[in-house]
């Protein structure tokens, strides 16, 4: 009688020791399986440099959402910095406006200006093709010291509400060798937005 008992108890104490070797292999799997996912999640963060990415992110949605719905920089953009258009601010159609800018072009020297429709598109020259724009020529004004002032005014009731550019230069040509209705290398342009009236900012 006591044999068979101390049989079933070495049996259960087997029984025991393997389940509990059993679970603590489990457990020491599921540990090393966990601790390796941590170093292989770290490893690719730092493979990744997430900081740069972030940053490219950042700035393609800077730069994704003025193409799509903001306006264009009104900054003024000069091929060479020899002319100068002073930021215009939104405008009201149906007004006239004035726009203005400094040079270091010499008094008298001939201008060339036009304001015509926004296409998206930085403008190196005039636009003899635009429908619906202005133009015109004027000359350089005496300023003050080395810089000297440029001036174009728009009549009323010439544009019609939209976003637009305006680009002025120096007529290319000269005497000598003949004016030209063109703009040379020295030219300036920027952009500005002619609202309804009663439209709100």
């Known amino acids: 009688m006591k044999t068979p008992q101390a049989t079933r ?9 393997v389940t509990v070797a059993t679970i ?3 457990g020491c799997t ?14 690719n963060l730092q493979s990744e440099n997430p900081a740069p990415v972030t940053a490219i992110t950042s700035k393609a949605a800077t730069i994704a959402g003025p193409s799509n719905t903001a306006q264009p920089a009104s900054a003024p953009i000069s091929s060479t910095g020899v002319i100068k258009i002073d930021p215009i601010a939104d405008m009201t159609a149906g007004s006239p406006f004035v726009i ?21 598109t930085a403008p190196t020259e005039l636009n003899g093709d635009s429908q619906m724009s202005v133009g015109g020529n004027n000359l350089v004004m005496k300023g003050d ?3 000297n002032r ?3 005014t728009i009549p009323e009731n010439e544009l019609i509400p939209g976003k637009y550019v305006v680009i002025v230069g120096k007529r290319n040509g ?10 040379g290398n020295d030219y300036s342009y920027t952009y500005f937005v ?4 009663g439209e709100k900012p």
């Open 24 to 26: 603590a292999i489990a």
């Open 150 to 152: 440029i001036s174009q």
């Open 174 to 183: 000269d005497q000598t060798t003949g004016m030209k209705f063109e703009i």
């Open 194 to 197: 002619l609202k309804q009236a």
């Open 145 to 147: 010291g080395t810089v």
């Open 100 to 120: 203005t800018g400094t040079t270091s072009l010499p008094e008298n020297t001939e201008l060339l200006w036009q304001v015509m429709p926004d296409t998206g």
């Open 9 to 17: 108890q070495a049996l259960i104490c087997l029984a025991v020791l």
């Open 30 to 43: 599921d540990t090393t399986q966990v601790q390796q996912g941590e170093v292989t999640a770290a490893g």
